[in-house]
């Protein structure tokens, strides 16, 4: 049972009006924000069509929320399901979009494509403009390099590269609800051409008639187009802010213009509004209009209400330390003072004593600052010897890994995988189930459209039987079974025997290879079976298919709304044949932004249903979660920069000249075409300069947010890049400073 | 049956009586209607001077079963009809008369009538260049649905009475969404215009056509007005409400000149607002009827059902407030006598419901519990009914399939795909492009292998994708199959030499055909099915399901052809197989699935089977928790509330107005079904909809706020959750 503690209790008493809440790590605040919804519905403040609006940043802690505010309710007595909503900002937009498509001009069943098909668009639309300019961007281009190298440069590293620009063009553009229209009169009125932002323009262009064309809206529409819809019809915010007449918001600080306004313009007039946030683990800010400092400017604001939640159980208070000595580091030494303000006070608190949620026992020696150099290779091997040589005596432990990227993710899942350590990965991937039942699907799929190949036919075995392969003993059989396969010369001997050529009967199966002999029996069933719906349009093949492939709820879900999408794909695409849907089943598969209620990550991840195992995560995927033992790696200057003249950036790509950051400058180009300011013109190489310095600050804040995910012990290790010439982060090194000054005072030990 | 006394005064009022007859659904209304049709004939009256008027062909049931009956006294037939129809009717027989001054291009010519796919189709014509000019850029629905918006458009301008010119105009000035849509206006606007200047060129008349010539140039002409009066003497109108405005102004003219009329109203109707029903101005035929009577007694439901309607109207809180609004059709409440008002509670022992995460979960429920219903029960499958809101394709399927397993037949709204979905059109017109190489269509090869699988007994998927490769080429565009004989001996062995027969007769069959082709695609698929396909050996002959789909594709075909015929217009086969192709012609033959057949679960789209206008034993509604039972079909060129009769030009429509038309259609639609439910309703309930998305919509809050007014522990209620 969760006992408030009594800086809990005051956020708890909240009945209306306006309130922020500037709340640490570990302090609670899912679980106060879910109590305080459970509160206000069962006090009765509700009446009968009204919920309680929770906005939260990510999928998974909608889930994570809908559960705890349901269960409270029901404790409550209440009936569940009623009187709450839990929303992404995207979910959120969605459903204002769904309930009114008409106002903007939509049918009821318009579509929203999914990030990889956004993603083509996108780079189509950036390569198309590329070979209409040639050699438009050559001018970025640097000087130095040879012609061959530049021939490759333009073949093979520009497009992805325009494509990113495009997409941080794009975005920004929709975040300002500007249309390429109106961005091109702009450009046109300015006496000096921008170069970068009329490239921008005109990909947009581009990319938003293909999508007019294929009738579809993308996520960053959905949110202007929500913004939109109730603007223009004054009842209808007049219903929804009725229904919902108390917002909760979570993770405030990553908020971006455009939802504070949403959110704004629902709270309006009587202002119900709870704003909960941490400026400090602000870290998705790269590009949007978010900043912490809207956050702040809240908090400030003369009416609203404004508390905190100083106090965290989450980490021992030697964690605590180290995280806050990060803070007071960045506040005070920090190499380049215009980040100082990256990270703020007040401090994490440890509970005070009785707390009804107490910080585990201290432990010291529990923090290992591992300043060693090591390649990527050897810093690998040094966390798996690690785990490995932790992890059995420590079964009832969580324990995470934490990664900048998700390629050193992978890597060291390898690595793991490798030693016999299980790990999850779930949080490196897109939606691990919809992934699960998309690609069992695919497989199959496949098969049927070459159903000939005796090698696909094998793959479709291991997919019907993949239930079987994960227990051990099965593998040794069902591995002859696929090879025996595998290895068929004719498949229609097998399927469709005709007398005196069957396969089957021709391979002398042994008496005592009785299951060997059922197994092939029982699939040649199935195969022909599947071969039969073959012929059906897509949807019913691919629920025929499905009843033989998935037991599972959750998949069976899947399942169905696959059907349904590839229904729809092939209704706007009459000429499409199975490898066509195959490939858009691949697509649908790892479509990462979703905010339906299917996958693994959407039900929200729980560390603790992973103990025993590894949980391998980018800092980013880790907000918000916890684990007895973290490890940080690739701490190093490149990921961590802290803006030094030496520092390199991800962002500046080798072949641009003056370490432009060609995003940064483009951007930069837009904002000053959409400038009244005379005093805001466009100065080449400012914006790259400034992107270093944002970039500094949010990784930061990303070095807070993984070491504040650590309960117990905390490592922190740094590699030396492929070229072996990085250094240690410099707050890697401050970090390692103080806590060694920390040990000696205790006396004895090293870091 | 037995007839009850008010039900006997009403049939045998004496046969110059003119009567409206008002009630709720289910109160022997029709049941009325038809014998005091049955009793006019039998006083004498000829069947020839009776005319059944309906709004909508479906509802002309009951009255068609009356008459089939064979002791029915002689004196030529009833004439069942529809505006449509009767329109139709009229055009055809006056059209010398009035085809120069409507402004047909060839008076001398005789007209074509088009069907709504046909008139899709030239739609088409008229608006594919309008796109390809940069109209309609930015709408996002798909073709066909943006022809059958400006159709629709059409419609409505011809049902509600104003000019189809306006339609702009009304669609804009009611408009305050973002601006750049109003452009859109603009251009369904141009579309509307060029249609009907090119069906005035081309004698063709669509069904908006039809009604307006019909009213402007033959109703208003008094030999024409004669004509009429004179072959009807007695008007059955049943389902005034469900008929549009200018069917209702033509009654309010028609009825003086009548000598008995019976006018049947149903309260709370309304279902084919979309389709421009204005049941508000069908009541006002009840001023020009001398006789007006009430039915409020069901014979459908229970008490516990009427009580349940009754929570529902509290619930959605319309007691009060919804005789204001000008889209409801007027009603009195259902007078009850107190002393048959059920007890408190009663309204659970109805309803049946359990909650799961998951779609899939609660289709099994569904399948579970009604064949149960079905098995220890004793309840006969077609008196259960599975409504959804809207029934995908997918959920149909997952439906038929899981009561196929449970051995329960199941009859769904229309044939359970589309001619394009069907193999076996698939397969023919597959055959047919390979036969006619000078069209230029290229099969793909799988489509060709699905084409030889589905054509040649015996013939598997592998084989079949071999023989394809094989055999199949296309070369500039003409596809061209060889001989079975001429390919590698190994193949041959691994194909089979029987199949390949069968193969090399078809191809044989093909090649001789396509030196001497037919002009007509209907001609060359009958020959291919009667010489080839249906003969043994060939995939066919034991499949009755692919005899029926190639009636259906032949006799689609051949209408098709008729049509293009009649009208001055080019078309080939080439074209049909096209607009098969692209949906166009879905030629989904709604005759077969009209009537409820024996031993069979029903699954349809809650509207459909409104409309139907059949009582139940038991009702399924999945989805409960979905948006799709509040809100309308959102059509970005129309609007059927602001083209409506009710709706002032110029006023804008908010969202207060759309929210009030939703929650009135909900409890319209929902008191519909419950009063065509003998039995029990069960709700299917899942936290995620088909498509993943948690549902919490209106009906679910609706029927939440009924349930809170009765307690929980009352029998026969599970409340599970998963």
Same mark, same amino acid.
Request: hydrophobic letters at 40%; aromatic letters at 10%.
């Given at each position: #049972?969760?006992?408030?503690?009594?800086?809990?209790?005051?956020?708890?008493?909240?009945?209306?009006?306006? #309130?922020?809440?500037?709340?640490? /790590?570990?302090?609670?605040?899912?679980?106060?924000?879910?109590?305080?919804?459970?509160?206000?519905?069962?006090?009765?403040?509700?009446?009968?069509?009204?919920?309680?609006?929770?906005?939260?940043?990510?999928?998974?802690?909608?889930?994570?929320?809908?559960? &705890?505010?349901?269960?409270?309710?029901?404790?409550?007595?209440?009936?569940?399901?009623?009187?709450?909503?839990?929303?992404?900002?995207?979910?959120?937009?969605?459903?204002?979009?769904?309930?009114?498509?008409?106002?903007?001009?939509?049918?009821? $069943?318009?579509?929203?494509?999914?990030?990889?098909?956004?993603?083509?668009? %996108?780079?189509?639309?950036?390569?198309?403009?590329?070979?209409?300019?040639?050699?438009?961007?050559?001018?970025?281009?640097?000087?130095?390099?040879?012609?061959?190298?530049?021939?490759?440069?333009? %073949?093979?590293?520009?497009?992805?590269?325009?494509?990113?620009?495009?997409?941080?063009?794009?975005?920004?553009?929709?975040?300002?609800?500007?249309?390429?229209?109106?961005?091109?009169? &702009?450009?046109?009125?300015?006496?000096?051409?921008? /170069?970068?932002?009329?490239?921008?323009?005109?990909?947009?262009?581009?990319?938003?008639?293909?999508?007019?064309?294929?009738?579809?809206?993308?996520?960053?529409?959905?949110?202007?187009?929500?913004?939109?819809?109730?603007?223009?019809?004054?009842?209808?915010?007049?219903?929804?802010?009725?229904?919902?007449?108390?917002?909760?918001?979570?993770?405030?600080?990553?908020?971006?213009?455009?939802?504070?306004?949403?959110?704004?313009?629902?709270?309006?007039? $009587?202002?119900?509004?709870?704003?909960?946030?941490?400026?400090?683990?602000?870290?998705?800010?790269?590009?949007?209009?978010?900043?912490?400092?809207?956050?702040?400017?809240?908090?400030?604001?003369?009416?609203?209400?404004?508390?905190?939640?100083?106090?965290?159980?989450?980490?021992?208070?030697?964690?605590?330390?180290?995280?806050?000595?990060?803070?007071?580091?960045?506040?005070?030494?920090?190499?380049?003072?215009?980040?100082? !303000?990256?990270?703020?006070?007040? /401090?994490?608190?440890?509970?005070?004593?009785?707390?009804? !949620?107490?910080?585990?026992?201290?432990?010291?020696?529990?923090?290992?600052?591992?300043?060693?150099? #090591?390649?990527?290779?050897?810093? #690998?091997?040094?966390?798996?010897?690690?785990?490995?040589?932790?992890?059995?005596?420590?079964?009832?432990?969580?324990?995470?890994?934490?990664?900048?990227?998700?390629? &050193?993710?992978?890597?060291?899942?390898?690595?793991?995988?490798?030693?016999?350590?299980?790990?999850?990965?779930?949080?490196?991937?897109?939606?691990?189930?919809?992934?699960?039942?998309?690609?069992?699907?695919?497989?199959?799929?496949?098969?049927?459209?070459?159903?000939?190949?005796?090698?696909?036919?094998?793959?479709?075995?291991?997919?019907?039987?993949?239930?079987?392969?994960?227990?051990?003993?099965?593998?040794?059989?069902?591995?002859?079974?696929?090879?025996?396969?595998?290895?068929?010369?004719?498949?229609?001997?097998?399927?469709?025997?005709?007398?005196?050529?069957?396969?089957?009967?021709?391979?002398?199966?042994?008496?005592?290879?009785?299951?060997?002999?059922?197994?092939?029996?029982?699939?040649?069933?199935?195969?022909?079976?599947?071969?039969?719906?073959?012929?059906? /349009?897509?949807?019913?093949?691919?629920?025929?298919?499905?009843?033989?492939?998935?037991?599972?709820?959750?998949?069976?879900?899947?399942?169905?709304?696959?059907?349904?999408?590839?229904?729809?794909?092939?209704?706007? $695409?009459?000429?499409?044949?199975?490898?066509?849907?195959?490939?858009?089943?691949?697509?649908?598969?790892?479509?990462?932004?979703?905010?339906?209620?299917?996958?693994?990550?959407?039900?929200?991840?729980?560390?603790?249903?992973?103990?025993?195992?590894?949980?391998?995560?980018?800092?980013?995927?880790?907000?918000?979660?916890?684990?007895?033992?973290?490890?940080?790696?690739?701490? $190093?200057?490149?990921?961590?920069?802290?803006?030094?003249?030496?520092?390199?950036?991800?962002?500046?790509?080798?072949?641009?000249?003056?370490?432009?950051?060609?995003?940064?400058?483009?951007?930069?180009?837009?904002?000053?075409?959409?400038?009244?300011?005379?005093?805001?013109?466009?100065?080449?190489?400012?914006?790259?300069?400034?992107?270093?310095?944002?970039?500094?600050?949010?990784?930061?804040?990303?070095?807070?947010?993984?070491?504040?995910?650590?309960?117990?012990?905390?490592?922190?290790?740094?590699?030396?890049?492929?070229?072996?010439?990085?250094?240690?982060?410099?707050?890697?090194?401050?970090?390692?400073?103080?806590?060694?000054?920390?040990?000696?005072?205790?006396?004895?030990?090293?870091? | 049956?037995?007839?009850?006394?008010?039900?006997?005064?009403?049939?045998?009022?004496?046969?110059?009586?003119?009567?409206?007859?008002?009630?709720?659904?289910?109160?022997?209304?029709?049941?009325?209607?038809?014998?005091?049709?049955?009793?006019?004939?039998?006083?004498?009256?000829?069947?020839?001077?009776?005319?059944?008027?309906?709004?909508?062909?479906?509802?002309?049931?009951?009255?068609?079963?009356?008459?089939?009956?064979?002791?029915?006294?002689?004196?030529?037939?009833?004439?069942?009809?529809?505006?449509?129809?009767?329109?139709?009717?009229?055009?055809?027989?006056?059209?010398?008369?009035?085809?120069?001054?409507?402004?047909?291009?060839?008076?001398?010519? +005789?007209?074509?009538?088009?069907?709504?796919?046909?008139?899709?189709?030239?739609?088409?014509?008229?608006?594919?260049?309008?796109?390809?000019?940069?109209?309609?850029?930015?709408?996002?629905?798909?073709?066909?649905?943006?022809?059958?918006?400006?159709?629709?458009?059409?419609?409505?301008? +011809?049902?509600?009475?104003?000019?189809?010119?306006?339609?702009?105009?009304?669609?804009?000035?009611?408009?305050?969404?973002?601006?750049?849509?109003?452009?859109?206006?603009?251009?369904?606007?141009?579309?509307?215009?060029?249609?009907?200047?090119?069906?005035?060129?081309?004698?063709?008349?669509?069904?908006?056509?039809?009604?307006?010539?019909?009213?402007?140039?033959?109703?208003?002409?008094?030999?024409?007005?004669?004509?009429?009066?004179?072959?009807?003497?007695?008007?059955?109108?049943?389902?005034?409400?469900?008929?549009?405005?200018?069917?209702?102004?033509?009654?309010?003219?028609?009825?003086?000149?009548?000598?008995?009329?019976?006018?049947?109203?149903?309260?709370?109707?309304?279902?084919?607002?979309?389709?421009? +029903?204005?049941?508000?101005?069908?009541?006002?035929?009840?001023?020009?009827?001398?006789?007006?009577?009430?039915?409020?007694?069901?014979?459908?439901?229970?008490?516990?059902?009427?009580?349940?309607?009754?929570?529902?109207?509290?619930?959605?809180?319309?007691?009060?407030?919804?005789?204001?609004?000008?889209?409801?059709?007027?009603?009195?409440?259902?007078?009850?006598?107190?002393?048959?008002?059920?007890?408190?509670?009663?309204?659970?022992?109805?309803?049946?419901?359990?909650?799961?995460?998951?779609?899939?979960?609660?289709?099994?429920?569904?399948?579970?519990?009604?064949?149960?219903?079905?098995?220890?029960?004793?309840?006969?499958?077609?008196?259960?009914?599975?409504?959804?809101?809207?029934?995908?394709?997918?959920?149909?399927?997952?439906?038929?399939?899981?009561?196929?397993?449970?051995?329960?037949?199941?009859?769904?709204?229309?044939?359970?795909?589309?001619?394009?979905?069907?193999?076996?059109?698939?397969?023919?017109?597959?055959?047919? +492009?390979?036969?006619?190489?000078?069209?230029?269509?290229?099969?793909?090869?799988?489509?060709?292998?699905?084409?030889?699988?589905?054509?040649?007994?015996?013939?598997?998927?592998?084989?079949?994708?071999?023989?394809?490769?094989?055999?199949?080429?296309?070369?500039?565009?003409?596809?061209?199959?060889?001989?079975?004989?001429?390919?590698?001996?190994?193949?041959?062995?691994?194909?089979?030499?029987?199949?390949?027969?069968?193969?090399?007769?078809?191809?044989?069959?093909?090649?001789?055909?396509?030196?001497?082709?037919?002009?007509?695609?209907?001609?060359?698929?009958?020959?291919?099915?009667?010489?080839?396909?249906?003969?043994?050996?060939?995939?066919?002959?034991?499949?009755?399901?692919?005899?029926?789909?190639?009636?259906?594709?032949?006799?689609?075909?051949?209408?098709?052809?008729?049509?293009?015929?009649?009208?001055?217009?080019?078309?080939?086969?080439?074209?049909?197989?096209?607009?098969?192709?692209?949906?166009?012609?879905?030629?989904?033959?709604?005759?077969?699935?009209?009537?409820?057949?024996?031993?069979?679960?029903?699954?349809?789209?809650?509207?459909?089977?409104?409309?139907?206008?059949?009582?139940?034993?038991?009702?399924?509604?999945?989805?409960?928790?979905?948006?799709?039972?509040?809100?309308?079909?959102?059509?970005?060129?129309?609007?059927?509330?602001?083209?409506?009769?009710?709706?002032?030009?110029?006023?804008?429509?908010?969202?207060?107005?759309?929210?009030?038309?939703?929650?009135?259609?909900?409890?319209?639609?929902?008191?519909?079904?419950?009063?065509?439910?003998?039995?029990?309703?069960?709700?299917?309930?899942?936290?995620?909809?088909?498509?993943?998305?948690?549902?919490?919509?209106?009906?679910?809050?609706?029927?939440?706020?009924?349930?809170?007014?009765?307690?929980?522990?009352?029998?026969?209620?599970?409340?599970?959750?998963?």
């Amino acid at each position: #049972m969760f006992i408030p503690r009594p800086k809990q209790e005051q956020i708890l008493a909240y009945r209306g009006g306006k #309130m922020g809440v500037s709340a640490v /790590p570990g302090s609670g605040k899912t679980q106060i924000l879910s109590m305080l919804a459970a509160q206000i519905i069962a006090d009765g403040l509700l009446e009968d069509e009204q919920e309680v609006l929770v906005v939260t940043l990510v999928n998974a802690a909608v889930d994570n929320f809908s559960v &705890r505010v349901g269960n409270l309710v029901k404790e409550k007595g209440l009936l569940p399901n009623l009187g709450y909503r839990v929303r992404t900002l995207h979910g959120l937009a969605h459903d204002i979009v769904r309930e009114r498509p008409d106002l903007l001009g939509l049918s009821e $069943n318009f579509q929203i494509i999914d990030e990889r098909e956004v993603d083509k668009i %996108r780079r189509e639309a950036a390569s198309a403009w590329l070979k209409a300019h040639p050699y438009a961007l050559d001018d970025y281009l640097d000087s130095t390099l040879e012609q061959s190298k530049l021939d490759w440069v333009r %073949r093979d590293h520009l497009p992805a590269r325009v494509s990113d620009v495009a997409l941080a063009f794009i975005r920004l553009a929709k975040d300002k609800q500007l249309s390429s229209e109106e961005i091109r009169a &702009r450009l046109e009125q300015l006496p000096v051409p921008l /170069p970068l932002a009329q490239m921008g323009c005109e990909i947009y262009q581009s990319y938003q008639q293909a999508l007019v064309y294929r009738g579809a809206l993308d996520f960053d529409d959905l949110i202007r187009l929500a913004i939109q819809a109730i603007r223009l019809d004054e009842s209808y915010l007049e219903r929804l802010r009725y229904r919902w007449p108390y917002i909760l918001e979570d993770e405030a600080q990553d908020s971006s213009q455009l939802q504070e306004q949403i959110l704004e313009k629902l709270a309006e007039p $009587n202002g119900n509004w709870v704003r909960v946030g941490d400026p400090n683990q602000a870290i998705f800010e790269t590009f949007t209009t978010a900043s912490p400092e809207s956050l702040r400017q809240f908090l400030d604001s003369p009416e609203v209400d404004d508390l905190d939640m100083p106090n965290s159980g989450r980490s021992t208070s030697s964690i605590i330390d180290l995280a806050n000595y990060l803070i007071e580091w960045t506040q005070e030494e920090h190499p380049r003072e215009e980040v100082r !303000q990256a990270l703020v006070p007040p /401090p994490i608190e440890v509970t005070p004593p009785g707390d009804p !949620q107490p910080n585990p026992p201290d432990d010291p020696q529990a923090i290992h600052l591992v300043e060693q150099k #090591m390649t990527p290779q050897g810093e #690998m091997e040094y966390v798996v010897e690690s785990i490995a040589d932790w992890l059995p005596s420590h079964p009832d432990n969580t324990v995470a890994v934490l990664v900048p990227r998700n390629q &050193r993710g992978f890597d060291l899942a390898k690595a793991l995988g490798a030693r016999g350590l299980e790990y999850s990965d779930s949080l490196l991937r897109s939606t691990a189930e919809t992934r699960g039942a998309a690609g069992a699907l695919a497989n199959i799929l496949n098969y049927l459209a070459e159903p000939g190949s005796s090698r696909m036919l094998s793959i479709a075995y291991n997919v019907w039987r993949r239930e079987a392969w994960e227990v051990e003993e099965n593998k040794a059989l069902l591995e002859v079974v696929k090879r025996m396969i595998n290895k068929c010369r004719q498949v229609e001997d097998y399927l469709w025997p005709r007398a005196g050529n069957d396969w089957f009967a021709s391979l002398n199966i042994q008496e005592d290879q009785d299951w060997v002999s059922g197994e092939l029996q029982e699939f040649r069933q199935v195969v022909r079976r599947w071969q039969g719906a073959t012929t059906l /349009p897509i949807d019913q093949l691919v629920l025929s298919l499905a009843q033989d492939l998935f037991h599972e709820p959750p998949d069976l879900a899947i399942a169905h709304k696959l059907a349904l999408l590839l229904r729809q794909a092939g209704e706007t $695409n009459s000429d499409w044949h199975l490898p066509d849907f195959t490939e858009e089943l691949a697509v649908i598969a790892k479509n990462e932004r979703r905010f339906l209620g299917f996958s693994d990550d959407d039900t929200g991840f729980d560390p603790e249903a992973h103990k025993g195992q590894v949980v391998i995560s980018t800092m980013h995927k880790a907000k918000g979660l916890e684990w007895d033992r973290v490890y940080l790696m690739s701490v $190093n200057t490149y990921n961590f920069p802290s803006g030094r003249l030496q520092d390199r950036y991800i962002a500046e790509a080798w072949f641009l000249r003056d370490h432009l950051n060609l995003e940064a400058e483009t951007i930069k180009q837009l904002e000053v075409a959409l400038s009244s300011g005379d005093y805001d013109w466009y100065e080449e190489g400012q914006a790259s300069k400034k992107a270093r310095l944002d970039y500094v600050a949010e990784r930061l804040r990303l070095l807070y947010v993984g070491i504040t995910r650590a309960k117990k012990e905390l490592f922190i290790t740094r590699n030396t890049g492929r070229d072996g010439k990085l250094q240690p982060a410099e707050s890697f090194q401050a970090l390692i400073g103080f806590w060694e000054d920390r040990l000696s005072d205790l006396g004895g030990g090293s870091a | 049956m037995e007839l009850t006394p008010p039900q006997l005064d009403l049939i045998e009022a004496s046969n110059d009586q003119k009567i409206f007859l008002e009630g709720p659904a289910g109160a022997g209304k029709t049941t009325a209607g038809v014998e005091r049709m049955l009793y006019l004939m039998a006083q004498g009256a000829r069947a020839d001077t009776i005319l059944v008027f309906l709004p909508q062909r479906n509802l002309a049931q009951p009255y068609y079963q009356a008459l089939r009956n064979p002791g029915l006294v002689a004196g030529g037939t009833v004439d069942v009809l529809t505006l449509g129809g009767l329109a139709q009717k009229m055009v055809q027989l006056f059209w010398p008369l009035v085809s120069e001054q409507a402004g047909f291009a060839h008076p001398d010519q +005789a007209p074509t009538f088009l069907n709504l796919e046909t008139a899709q189709y030239f739609m088409a014509r008229v608006v594919e260049p309008m796109i390809e000019g940069g109209a309609f850029d930015t709408v996002t629905i798909d073709r066909n649905r943006l022809y059958s918006q400006v159709v629709d458009n059409l419609n409505k301008a +011809a049902v509600v009475g104003f000019p189809h010119t306006e339609l702009e105009q009304r669609l804009r000035g009611a408009w305050i969404g973002e601006i750049s849509q109003a452009h859109l206006y603009a251009d369904a606007q141009q579309a509307a215009l060029r249609f009907r200047e090119f069906c005035l060129e081309q004698n063709l008349l669509d069904f908006s056509l039809r009604v307006e010539v019909f009213l402007k140039h033959i109703w208003s002409v008094p030999v024409c007005r004669d004509y009429l009066s004179k072959t009807y003497n007695h008007l059955i109108y049943d389902n005034v409400e469900e008929d549009t405005p200018v069917s209702h102004d033509l009654m309010a003219e028609w009825l003086p000149q009548l000598e008995s009329a019976t006018l049947i109203y149903d309260w709370d109707g309304g279902y084919r607002i979309f389709l421009g +029903a204005d049941p508000a101005s069908g009541y006002r035929l009840k001023d020009h009827c001398q006789e007006e009577v009430t039915f409020n007694h069901s014979f459908v439901t229970t008490p516990e059902i009427q009580e349940f309607t009754a929570g529902l109207e509290i619930s959605f809180n319309l007691a009060e407030d919804r005789l204001d609004s000008p889209f409801v059709s007027p009603s009195q409440p259902i007078v009850e006598d107190p002393a048959s008002k059920p007890a408190v509670g009663d309204v659970r022992s109805v309803l049946e419901f359990e909650t799961h995460r998951f779609h899939p979960q609660m289709l099994d429920w569904v399948v579970e519990r009604a064949s149960y219903l079905v098995e220890d029960e004793g309840i006969p499958p077609e008196e259960i009914v599975i409504l959804a809101p809207y029934m995908s394709d997918s959920l149909r399927y997952s439906l038929s399939e899981r009561f196929d397993r449970s051995g329960i037949a199941t009859q769904s709204h229309r044939p359970s795909r589309a001619l394009k979905d069907e193999p076996a059109a698939q397969c023919l017109l597959t055959l047919a +492009a390979v036969a006619h190489p000078e069209w230029g269509i290229t099969p793909v090869s799988y489509e060709l292998a699905y084409a030889l699988v589905q054509a040649v007994d015996g013939l598997d998927l592998v084989r079949g994708q071999l023989l394809a490769e094989i055999v199949y080429r296309s070369k500039d565009g003409r596809p061209t199959l060889t001989s079975f004989d001429r390919i590698n001996p190994d193949m041959q062995e691994r194909i089979t030499y029987q199949l390949g027969e069968r193969y090399e007769n078809l191809r044989l069959w093909l090649d001789s055909y396509s030196l001497n082709p037919v002009d007509e695609l209907d001609h060359f698929l009958s020959r291919l099915f009667g010489e080839v396909l249906s003969q043994p050996g060939y995939g066919f002959h034991h499949s009755r399901d692919a005899g029926q789909v190639t009636a259906n594709l032949i006799d689609s075909a051949r209408r098709f052809r008729w049509i293009l015929a009649e009208s001055l217009t080019d078309g080939s086969g080439k074209d049909y197989v096209q607009l098969v192709q692209q949906g166009v012609v879905a030629a989904q033959y709604i005759r077969r699935w009209n009537e409820p057949s024996e031993g069979a679960v029903f699954l349809a789209p809650a509207y459909t089977f409104l409309m139907g206008n059949r009582p139940v034993e038991v009702q399924f509604w999945l989805d409960v928790g979905g948006q799709g039972w509040a809100e309308r079909l959102y059509q970005p060129l129309t609007q059927p509330y602001v083209l409506s009769r009710h709706w002032p030009p110029g006023t804008p429509w908010t969202d207060s107005e759309e929210f009030a038309s939703s929650q009135e259609a909900l409890y319209r639609l929902s008191t519909g079904l419950i009063r065509r439910c003998r039995y029990k309703i069960y709700l299917g309930l899942s936290d995620l909809g088909e498509g993943g998305y948690e549902m919490k919509g209106p009906f679910l809050r609706a029927i939440q706020r009924v349930l809170q007014n009765y307690p929980a522990d009352a029998p026969g209620t599970q409340v599970e959750t998963h």
